[in-house]
C-alpha cells in the first residue's frame, strides 16, 4: 500500500464513504470532512507513519488541507524525511 491508498482508507473509515469514491483530486470539504475528522484522520496518520503533522486544530480543514492528494503529499514529505 501506499500513502495515497493509506490517506484514503483512513479518510474512508472517517467518514464513511466507501475508498473507491475517493481520490487525490477530491475535496476535503466537499466529501463532508469536517474539522473534528482531520482531527483524526491526522492522529491516525501519524500513528501509523510514527510522524508528527504541524496542524493547527482552529484552522479549518480546507486551509489547512484541500484535497486527498494535499494530505498524502503532506505525509509522503514527512515520511522520507523521517527514512
Known amino acids: 500500500m ?10 474512508s473509515k472517517q467518514i ?11 475535496k476535503l470539504e466537499a466529501i463532508g470532512v469536517e474539522s473534528l475528522d482531520i482531527i483524526e484522520i491526522v492522529f491516525a496518520l501519524e500513528n501509523k507513519y510514527n510522524i ?5 486544530a482552529n484552522e479549518s480543514a480546507v486551509l489547512a ?3 486527498i492528494g494535499h494530505v498524502a ?7 522520507n524525511k523521517t527514512s
Open 65 to 67: 488541507f484541500e484535497t
Open 16 to 26: 464513511g464513504l466507501p475508498v473507491e469514491q475517493l481520490g487525490p483530486e477530491s
Open 73 to 79: 503529499e503532506a505525509v509522503s514529505k514527512l515520511v
Open 2 to 11: 501506499n500513502v495515497l491508498d493509506d490517506v484514503k482508507s483512513i479518510i
Open 52 to 56: 508528527a503533522i504541524n496542524f493547527n
